[in-house]
């Protein structure tokens, strides 16, 4: 980037609104989503000598903002940090015509490349919003965000096992809010 | 198909999906859900909740940049790269 202000400029306006996402669905306070996206690339500014593998910019600065909204914020605004567990996440079975069924909505009818609109999304966010810090985290960084589960691993130092559990729970509890959306309503 | 071996391959249908289970136990994952009514809608719905939430993006954005902002972010950058 040296010498070239505009993928610089681009550099900051990219990271700097992908760091206000998950800042401020981490915080989920506005003002502090700001001052710490705005932290977080001027700690990355100060200290990119330390980048010893460029390649993993993106799980390099991830973990400078997790930090920061660890320092920001003891405790999330949204949900308490508890263990979701299994069972609490699979549906229910029950017998219909004579067949062993799960109680769940008609997801068929939602379209395997469905856009991302209205009453849904909404719905989406709340759900990504209710799930436990550790959970939330992981789906943000993986799903939200892309990172693979390596690189998840780096930004929340823990391990890669541990990312595939807490990603598949909070899937699972996503996929929970949703199914209680689409059964009540006409997609 | 027992409820016990849907139990075993819902537990691992993340992984699954994201194409992260060793070869033979994806096999088996195949096997059972190849079989298994039940696991295919589940699994359809875990797939596109999965979809969904690569679509979202919070509709806050962050406001513009202040000029003087930007400058002690430029500056940060220019002393490492010099």
């Known amino acids: ?187 | 198909m027992t409820k016990a071996e849907c139990k075993e391959v819902f537990a691992l249908l993340s992984q699954y999906l994201d194409g992260e289970l060793p070869e033979d136990v994806c096999e088996q994952m195949d096997r059972h859900i190849g079989d298994c009514p039940p696991c295919v809608e589940f699994l359809a719905s875990l797939k596109k909740t999965a979809a969904l939430c690569r679509q979202m993006e919070v509709e806050e954005k962050p406001p513009e940049l202040a000029e003087e902002a930007r400058a002690s972010l430029v500056e940060a950058y220019r002393r490492f790269a010099d």
């Open chain 1, 1 to 187: 980037m040296a010498g070239d202000g505009g993928a610089l400029e681009e550099f900051i306006d990219v990271f700097r609104g992908k760091l206000f996402q998950y800042t401020l669905m981490m915080c989920g306070h506005r003002a502090d989503a700001e001052e710490v996206a705005q932290d977080t690339l001027m700690q990355v500014f100060q200290h990119f000598g330390q980048l010893r593998e460029p390649e993993h910019v993106r799980a390099w600065v991830f973990r400078i903002a997790r930090n920061a909204c660890s320092m920001k914020r003891r405790k999330s605004v949204y949900a308490p940090d508890r263990e979701l567990s299994l069972d609490e996440l699979m549906p229910r079975w029950k017998q219909q015509d004579g067949e062993r069924r799960l109680e769940i909505a008609d997801w068929s009818r939602l379209p395997e490349d469905a856009l991302l609109e209205g009453e849904m999304k909404a719905k989406l966010h709340e759900a990504i919003v209710a799930l436990p810090d550790i959970y939330r985290s992981v789906v943000l960084l993986r799903d939200m965000e892309g990172l693979s589960t390596a690189e998840t691993s780096q930004v929340l130092e823990v391990s890669e096992d541990v990312v595939k559990t807490r990603l598949h729970r909070g899937r699972l509890a996503v996929r929970q809010k949703l199914d209680e959306y689409l059964a009540g309503a006409a997609v």
